[in-house]
């Protein structure tokens, strides 16, 4: 079992200064990486200070020159927002920067709020023809001279400037969740990200028998990793209420999200309020224990218990998600927790 961090600069007013995102962001991956995480991930957003990050480029560039082993994962480049030239050119770039450190994740994009803004409004539910588009496209630029007709981009004989020094390029993965997209992402040799939002485990043993299916219709490719992405609060045992600070933040977070899916209020210099709790008094998945159960909260030995299920269902790889809402010296205490008392149960 391999462990990462997936995280962004999150900001919910305007009492935290940009600047001091950044720094946190930067020392939650330095803590990751002198605990032994094999990856930090950092996505792609736009026009929302919920999470911060027009571009993971200049952040991951940045990491590449303060981190010596720790690998660097776009996760995940939103492929309708992206040129395939552009996407195979800036990824292998971070790959000479970070001496072959670099993996880079594809989406489809999910927030309509984002596509009336950066795709002239086309439906977010059509980005996976510009991802299924861009990946061959992409492999195919890393390896040299190639020109391109497809239904969405066209142009003559170009080649990635530079290209990747890892052979014969940097792992490629897919942000997955119906049958298709784990079948597409096999079919092409990608390593594939599932999250499990606010459903429970049974909804991880759904997403690894849609992998297995995948597995099953392509036993020519060599079997690709899978990767689970889990908001993550580890308390103390010595804190038996620690789960609540958890389960309310990242209810905040996913209320938060509501509001930005939902896309019907104009936010303001970046910013908009989390949906109302009586809006989810029908919710189950709202309930702060359902939260508790659901997704990755708990003590150490709560949590060993889980990823080692997790582990025996075949799962590669485990992302800690950090975004949750929780002030920075919560995140900090929670990831060390991780690092102490639950990663050593797998080494």
Same mark, same amino acid.
């Given at each position: ?105 594809? !989406? ?76 597409? !992402? ?29 597995? !099953? ?41 509501? !509001? ?88």
């Amino acid at each position: 079992m391999k462990f990462s961090l997936f995280v962004h600069m999150e900001r919910y007013d305007e009492h935290s200064s940009h600047r001091q995102l950044f720094e946190d962001l930067c020392e939650l991956t330095l803590l990751a990486e002198a605990g032994g995480f094999s990856t930090v991930w950092i996505g792609e957003h736009h026009a929302m200070d919920y999470t911060i990050s027009p571009s993971p480029m200049p952040l991951l560039a940045y990491l590449a020159a303060r981190t010596q082993t720790i690998r660097l994962g776009a996760g995940t480049i939103i492929a309708p927002f992206w040129h395939p030239i552009r996407v195979a050119g800036e990824c292998a770039l971070l790959d000479v920067i970070s001496n072959g450190r670099m993996e880079v994740g594809l !989406a489809r994009g999910a927030y309509q709020y984002e596509f009336d803004r950066m795709a002239g409004g086309i439906p977010a539910s059509s980005g996976g023809q510009h991802l299924r588009e861009m990946v061959p496209v992409v492999k195919a630029l890393w390896q040299g001279d190639c020109a391109h007709d497809g239904d969405i981009w066209k142009f003559p004989t170009a080649t990635s400037s530079p290209r990747p020094i890892q052979h014969p390029h940097p792992p490629m993965w897919i942000a997955a969740r119906d049958p298709d997209s784990h079948d597409f !992402a096999v079919k092409h040799g990608c390593n594939v990200m599932v999250t499990p939002l606010m459903k429970g485990d049974e909804e991880v043993l759904d997403l690894k028998n849609k992998f297995d299916t995948a597995l !099953a219709n392509h036993p020519e490719v060599p079997r690709p990793q899978l990767m689970v992405l889990r908001h993550t609060h580890v308390h103390s045992p010595q804190e038996p209420d620690g789960w609540k600070v958890g389960a309310e933040a990242i209810s905040h977070f996913y209320r938060t999200f509501d !509001a930005w899916f939902g896309n019907k209020q104009t936010p303001v210099n970046g910013l908009l309020p989390a949906s109302p709790l009586e809006k989810f008094k029908d919710r189950p998945e709202f309930e702060l224990q359902n939260i508790r159960k659901n997704t990755m909260i708990g003590t150490p030995a709560e949590v060993i218990a889980r990823i080692r299920h997790y582990q025996e269902l075949g799962v590669d790889e485990f992302s800690f998600w950090a975004d949750n809402s929780l002030p920075h010296a919560e995140k900090k205490k929670s990831l060390q927790l991780f690092i102490e008392q639950v990663m050593p149960a797998f080494n």
